[in-house]
């Protein structure tokens, strides 16, 4: 979806963003979810909040993917951004 609004011109935004990663993470598209905030993200220059991390968060331990979770917690940690749980 994301890229077919890139393709019509509209400008995609972190709550276009947080609301694709949301609906790969309710598929369980671990690797989608990955994809987007480290890649695609970047890409456009958009940086990822709270909402982003803590939604990416729980797709990791949704699949049971606990090393993922933890990098992904020191990842935002360490851009300043605090996890809502410890």
């Given at each position: 979806?994301?890229q077919?609004?890139?393709?019509k011109?509209?400008?995609l935004?972190l709550?276009?963003?947080?609301?694709?990663?949301?609906?790969?993470a309710?598929?369980g598209?671990?690797?989608?979810v990955?994809?987007?905030?480290?890649?695609d993200?970047?890409?456009?220059?958009?940086?990822?909040d709270a909402q982003t991390?803590?939604?990416?968060l729980s797709?990791?331990?949704?699949?049971?993917?606990?090393e993922m979770?933890?990098?992904?917690r020191?990842e935002?940690i360490s851009k300043?951004i605090s996890?809502d749980?410890?």
């Open positions: 979806i994301l077919r609004m890139k393709e011109g509209i400008s935004n709550d276009s963003y947080n609301r694709a990663i949301s609906s790969c309710k598929d598209n671990l690797d989608k990955l994809k987007l905030l480290h890649e993200m970047n890409a456009d220059q958009i940086f990822p991390y803590n939604l990416a797709s990791c331990v949704e699949n049971g993917n606990w979770a933890s990098n992904l020191n935002m300043g996890p749980a410890q």
